[in-house]
Every structure is written in structure tokens, then in C-alpha cells.
């Protein structure tokens, strides 16, 4: 079974500055998504930004981006201008591309705190 | 706004007895996925329904079931109710029911089993 692994619970940054979230997952699966979702206090969980493995381009959202290691499977994820709107948990998850259960396999979460 | 809709957002109930949750997809999605979020277990997919079928399943109880009707909203039952089954349930959806297609997520019933 694949696992997702967060290593940081909790993250803080100063305003305006960079944070890089770190997610590593194993798999022996060469076709496969990762995903990160953010989850404010609302509880509502929000896609920010999606990865296909077969692409080696890492994705961007505007402040948002990703640095994809597929040999390394490691599935960072970098937000610029930080503000305190991103203020959330950040999970990480996990979709193969064939075979298996087709539901996301998330990590623990990061808590991401924005010091103003 | 998700386009996902999830009802009741908040259940309190006790221990044996059976509840359902209910969630409507975004307009034009096939796919739904049930997820549940406790603090012992984190994020967790249970099932996934496309087009009114069982798609997939995922780490659901069998004293959980859920089915999809035929205008595609769907009910996720618990039955038997256990003090841990006190989770955040979430609905997501998707466009068709491929592996590519992304998840877009309700915002959540609270479950709380007194």
C-alpha cells in the first residue's frame, strides 16, 4: 500500500516571506497524481495545486509550486508571498494511476502558521 | 464554494444508534467519494460511487454502507454507532470516474456519538 509521509506538524513564516512544506510517499508505481490540500479552520479542504508523475515540469499556481523529485519521491510544496490567508493544514496526498482503491491517500498534515 | 453540498453540517448522537449523511455533487460530476477525518486515524478514503455503481473501496466498516441514486446524490449510513466513529465525514466529487480527475470536497458533516 502506498504511504504519504509529512515530516513537519507544524511550519511558521513570517508574512511576505517563503515556506517550503516538505511530503515524501512510497510507491513502486511508475503512473500516479500527487495532490496538496489546504484545510483552513473552516474545515473545508481546497485543492491548490495538482501534479501528473509522468509530467517533469513541476506545476504552479500563482504563488504556489511544487518541486517534484520522482526519484527521489519526494513532493514539496512552496509558497511564495506568504499570507495570512494561508494560514491552514496542508495535507498531501497520493492517487495511483491504475489498479488499486482510486481514493486520495493523504499525509498527517502540516499546520502552517503566519506570523504577521 | 466547492459546488459540493453535504448535509446536516453537524449530527450528535449516541452510541447504537444509525444516522445518514447525505451529499449532492457538483453539477455534472459522476463520481463520489467518502472520506472520514478523526484526530487517531487522520484523513481516510472509505468509498467511491461513479454513475450509481461501486467504484472502489477503500478502509470502510462494515457497519458503514453508502449508495448513490440515479440523480446522483449520494448517503452514507453508519450504523451501530461507536464513541470512535466521532469523525468529520467529507463528500467529494469528480467530473467522470479516471484516475486523473480531481477531487472537489464538500464541506464536511460533523459526526459527534455521545
Known amino acids: 500500500a502506498q504511504t504519504v509521509t509529512q515530516s513537519q506538524p507544524e511550519m511558521s513564516v513570517q508574512e511576505a516571506e517563503t515556506v517550503t512544506l516538505s511530503c515524501t510517499y512510497d510507491?513502486?508505481?511508475?503512473?500516479?497524481?500527487l495532490f496538496w490540500y489546504k484545510q483552513p479552520p473552516s474545515r473545508q479542504m481546497i485543492l491548490v495545486i495538482r501534479?501528473?508523475?509522468?509530467?517533469?515540469q513541476n506545476a504552479t499556481e500563482n504563488r504556489f509550486s511544487v518541486n517534484f523529485q520522482k526519484a527521489a519521491k519526494s513532493f514539496s510544496l512552496k509558497i511564495s508571498d506568504s499570507q495570512l490567508g494561508d494560514a491552514a493544514m496542508y495535507f498531501c496526498?497520493?492517487?495511483?494511476?491504475?489498479?488499486?482503491?482510486?481514493?486520495?491517500?493523504f499525509g498527517k498534515g502540516t499546520h502552517l502558521i503566519i506570523q504577521p | 464554494d466547492s459546488g459540493v453540498t453535504q448535509t446536516p453540517k453537524h449530527l450528535i448522537t449516541a452510541t447504537g444508534q444509525r444516522v445518514t449523511l447525505r451529499c449532492s455533487p457538483r453539477?455534472?460530476?459522476?463520481?463520489v467519494y467518502w472520506y472520514q477525518q478523526s484526530l487517531d486515524q487522520g484523513l481516510q478514503f472509505l468509498i467511491q460511487?461513479?454513475?450509481?455503481?461501486?467504484?472502489a473501496k477503500g478502509n470502510i466498516l462494515e457497519r458503514f454502507s453508502a449508495q448513490q441514486f440515479p440523480d446522483l446524490h449520494s448517503e452514507l449510513n453508519l450504523s451501530s454507532l461507536e464513541l470512535g466513529d466521532s469523525a468529520l465525514y467529507f463528500c467529494?466529487?469528480?467530473?467522470?470516474?479516471?484516475?486523473?480527475?480531481?477531487?472537489?470536497f464538500g464541506p464536511g458533516t460533523r459526526l459527534t456519538v455521545l
Open positions: 501534479q501528473e508523475a509522468y509530467k517533469q
Open positions: 496526498a497520493y492517487r495511483s494511476g491504475g489498479g488499486g482503491a482510486d481514493g486520495l491517500t
Open positions: 460511487y461513479y454513475n450509481g455503481e461501486e467504484r
Open positions: 467529494a466529487s469528480s467530473v467522470g470516474g479516471g484516475l486523473a480527475d480531481t477531487q472537489y
Open positions: 453539477s455534472g460530476d459522476l463520481s
Open positions: 510507491t513502486s508505481e511508475s503512473d500516479y497524481y
